[in-house]
């Protein structure tokens, strides 16, 4: 199996996980508050699509638009960086339903597909530095890493979730 294969067997499996995730939680538990002062339960489940959906813009960076990376730092601090991410998340989650959220993370999940595919099988490698913005996704990221953050940003919240659920049960 390839990385491509691989990494799409990846991705695939996480959309897989959040959709049992999001079948444990009770829709009581959605505006329980979560680890994050800033977020619900319910925010923190819709706060997880941003990973896929946003990564067709992280390619297109380390692929073509690599000043963009070298910029944003400067002019974006990592204080503006959460407070924007807390702000973004809040109100897009601001209808909370189950079918809300699964639907928002069949379409991350599709746009990461389509990100996958405008990858060349050559550029998995290709990578950029990346400001510390999230201890994830930090420092020099290949694609290859970008693609394994989509599960690795899910797995983190996902056991934060988890672990409130049970405490609530």
């Not at 538990?29 to 977020?39: E, I």
């Not at 910029?71 to 204080?79: F, G, T, V, Y």
């Not at 924007?84 to 699964?102: C, E, S, V």
């Not at 950029?128 to 797995?155: C, I, K, Q």
């Amino acid at each position: 199996m390839n990385i491509r294969e691989q990494l799409f067997t990846e991705i695939t499996e996480t959309r897989q996980r959040f959709h049992q995730l999001l079948e444990l939680v009770p829709d009581e538990f959605f505006h329980l508050p979560s680890d994050n002062p800033a977020w619900t339960i319910g925010e923190v489940l819709y706060h997880m699509n941003i990973a896929p959906r946003f990564v067709i813009a992280d390619v297109k960076m380390i692929i073509g638009r690599r000043w963009i990376y070298h910029l944003a730092p400067r002019i974006i601090p990592k204080s503006l960086f959460d407070w924007i991410n807390a702000k973004h998340t809040r109100y897009a989650a601001r209808h909370l339903t189950r079918q809300f959220l699964a639907s928002e993370y069949d379409k991350a999940h599709e746009i990461a597909i389509h990100a996958l595919s405008l990858v060349a099988d050559d550029n998995f490698q290709k990578s950029l530095p990346y400001p510390d913005w999230d201890a994830m996704l930090s420092g020099e990221v290949t694609l290859e890493r970008l693609f394994h953050y989509v599960n690795n940003h899910f797995d983190a919240h996902a056991s934060e979730i988890n672990r409130l659920i049970a405490g609530q049960k």
